[in-house]
């Protein structure tokens, strides 16, 4: 009974607790017990809120029974990437520096995923100042898939993924600044959505780099990521890069009809150094949108090469600014990884950093007139090999090392640059047994279109229907 | 080919600027990845307008979108 629980999407499970066939308290209690038994050998969580989720669950279940307007995520446990401000509750950051932190102000997302009925189960593991993509964490222990331990999570919303895929809650939010929603979902086999710039407000979180963070859901389902992003997307008059462009009913357009929609195959680039067995899954992945109606076209894309440094004039000169006190105060309590990425930042000229933010309204009309003047979406593997294991990825590891990371996120950094919006979806399995994603990206605030794409793959597959077996529940 | 930058004057600037202690080696690096940056945003810099300002990004993005 607890695994049938646990199994059910988000939007199952909140249908079956507003119907009355499960309680709120059932659910967390199942969420509670699966959390605590896969922590040792995933270390996703950094903290647990066992007492408060139960208390919560007990108030949700007294507004099911007295009849209370109940939200879409009424009585659900989540679970986050623990950046999300509450006011008065410890965000760490995933750091040593933030250990003790507690804010004085509450994120927006929160506000509104509390407002919706969402229960917070606890705080997930993360890179470091969600500065690396592998899941790796000298601070609070590596996270470690719960495919295989002994692979990398992704990051660096490395505790949402392995949450999720674990079935310890039913979605999370995570963050994405070159790749570090999509690389945990591609990673561990769940649903992420990397939103547009703005659609999502990012006040009350951990900043990363102000121009290129976005905050969205990690889920198993399209439409359980359709309904969070649903809650949290929109303006907000405490972030003012939040867009007020109008926010769709992302759920009532999930139709599974995308039959003459035109799906995009890059010619160039997003493919180059794809293994076999990746790519075997991408072809797979296009049949399946092919035998749905939708035309699948290869054209030339812009070439995204220059994009990567001008990525880090930003995130380099954006990060150094956010974290200049505790550089000169406490180097010591960085990790070398973090630290070193910082440094350049330091001397980067001003007037570089202007010029590159200053190119991208350029590139990114470029970018988007060649590619959705001809296609609806684009269509790309997340990560074109195989999941490296932790000790492949390994911090203070040679040259090798590096060249491995730079190739991980070199399908998912060119879109944060761009600003668009990308939706990563599971896709099958690689030779290693590991799961593997595409990409559909699509043009600004077309998250409704990526949707809809993703919700009727999801339909033809059960990819996203497989459970990690993990080693403490053997 | 990103012109060349003297580690010794990141090493110098990083103190005197920022108070940014590396040592020999380090600073090598850093000159190597600053000249990178620098080179690739003053390259894109070449096509940019002097009309262009960052805060036009989320006006692009809003265009864009479908009507």
């Given amino acids: 009974m607890k695994s049938d629980l646990l199994n059910m999407s988000l939007c199952e499970v909140a249908q079956a607790i507003r119907k009355k066939r499960v309680s709120s308290l059932e659910v967390a209690r199942a969420c509670i017990e699966r959390a605590k038994a896969v922590q040792p050998a995933v270390n996703c969580f950094i903290a647990?809120?066992?007492?408060?989720?139960?208390?919560?669950?007990?108030?949700?279940?007294?507004?099911?029974?007295?009849?209370?307007?109940?939200?879409?995520?009424?009585?659900?446990?989540?679970?986050?990437?623990?950046?999300?401000?509450?006011?008065?509750?410890?965000?760490?950051?995933?750091?040593?520096?933030?250990?003790?932190?507690?804010?004085?102000?509450t994120a927006t997302v929160v506000e509104r995923l509390a407002a919706a009925g969402a229960l917070w189960l606890g705080n997930l593991n993360m890179a470091e100042f969600a500065a690396n993509p592998t899941g790796h964490n000298e601070h609070w222990g590596d996270c470690c898939n719960p495919w295989n331990t002994a692979h990398i999570t992704?990051?660096?919303?490395?505790?949402?993924?392995?949450?999720?895929?674990?079935?310890?809650?039913?979605?999370?939010?995570?963050?994405?600044?070159?790749?570090?929603?999509?690389?945990?979902?591609?990673?561990?086999g769940v649903v992420g959505l990397k939103p547009t710039y703005g659609r999502v407000s990012r006040h009350a979180i951990l900043p990363r780099v102000w121009s290129l963070d976005t905050v969205g859901p990690l889920t198993r389902t399209v439409r359980d990521c359709a309904r969070i992003t649903g809650v949290i997307a929109g303006s907000d008059p405490l972030d003012p890069t939040a867009s007020a462009?109008?926010?769709?009913?992302?759920?009532?357009?999930?139709?599974?009809?995308?039959?003459?929609?035109?799906?995009?195959?890059?010619?160039?680039?997003?493919?180059?150094?794809?293994?076999?067995?990746?790519?075997?899954?991408?072809?797979?992945?296009?049949?399946?949108?092919?035998?749905?109606?939708?035309?699948?076209?290869?054209l030339d894309v812009p070439d995204p090469q220059h994009t990567y440094q001008l990525t880090n004039a930003i995130g380099q000169v954006e990060s150094a600014t956010i974290y200049a006190n505790w550089l000169r105060e406490r180097p010591q309590d960085f990790s070398l990884v973090v630290r070193t990425r910082t440094e350049a930042?330091?001397?980067?000229?001003?007037?570089?950093?202007l010029e590159a933010l200053n190119a991208r309204p350029r590139i990114t009309a470029e970018f988007v007139r060649q590619v959705f003047d001809k296609v609806d979406v684009l269509h790309a593997p997340v990560m074109t090999m195989p999941l490296p294991t932790r000790s492949e990825t390994a911090p203070g590891g040679a040259g090798e090392v590096m060249d491995m990371l730079a190739r991980l996120t070199r399908n998912t950094r060119p879109i944060?640059?761009?600003?668009?919006?990308?939706?990563?979806?599971?896709?099958?399995?690689?030779?290693?047994?590991?799961?593997?994603?595409?990409?559909?990206?699509?043009?600004?605030?077309?998250?409704?279109?990526?949707?809809?794409?993703?919700?009727?793959?999801?339909?033809?597959?059960?990819?996203?229907?497989?459970?990690p077996v993990v080693p403490k529940l053997l | 080919m990103p012109k060349n930058i003297d580690p010794q004057a990141v090493r110098r600037l990083?103190?005197?600027?920022?108070?940014?202690?590396?040592?020999?080696?380090?600073?090598?690096?850093?000159?190597?990845?600053?000249?990178?940056?620098?080179?690739?945003?003053r390259a894109e810099g070449a096509k940019n307008d002097f009309n262009d300002q960052p805060t036009s990004f989320a006006v692009t993005l809003a265009t864009l979108a479908k009507p």
């Fill in chain 1, 48 to 105: 647990i809120e066992e007492e408060e989720i139960l208390r919560a669950a007990r108030a949700a279940d007294r507004a099911v029974k007295r009849g209370a307007k109940l939200g879409p995520l009424h009585g659900v446990p989540l679970a986050h990437k623990d950046m999300f401000y509450r006011a008065g509750r410890v965000s760490t950051g995933g750091s040593k520096i933030l250990r003790d932190y507690r804010p004085t102000v």
């Fill in chain 1, 345 to 353: 930042g330091m001397l980067v000229p001003g007037v570089s950093y």
């Fill in chain 1, 245 to 298: 462009h109008p926010v769709s009913n992302y759920e009532r357009l999930l139709d599974r009809r995308i039959r003459g929609l035109k799906v995009g195959i890059p010619r160039n680039h997003y493919y180059d150094g794809i293994t076999r067995d990746v790519r075997r899954a991408m072809d797979e992945s296009l049949a399946v949108l092919r035998s749905l109606g939708a035309r699948i076209i290869e």
């Fill in chain 2, 14 to 41: 990083g103190a005197q600027l920022r108070g940014l202690k590396v040592s020999a080696e380090r600073a090598a690096q850093l000159a190597v990845e600053i000249a990178r940056v620098n080179e690739a945003a």
């Fill in chain 1, 154 to 188: 992704g990051g660096s919303s490395s505790g949402s993924g392995a949450a999720v895929a674990a079935r310890t809650c039913y979605g999370s939010l995570g963050s994405d600044t070159g790749g570090s929603i999509r690389l945990p979902a591609a990673a561990n």
């Fill in chain 1, 416 to 467: 944060n640059f761009l600003g668009l919006p990308s939706l990563a979806v599971p896709a099958g399995f690689t030779d290693n047994g590991l799961p593997v994603a595409f990409q559909l990206i699509g043009r600004p605030f077309a998250e409704d279109m990526l949707f809809r794409i993703g919700d009727a793959f999801q339909g033809e597959t059960d990819w996203h229907m497989h459970e």
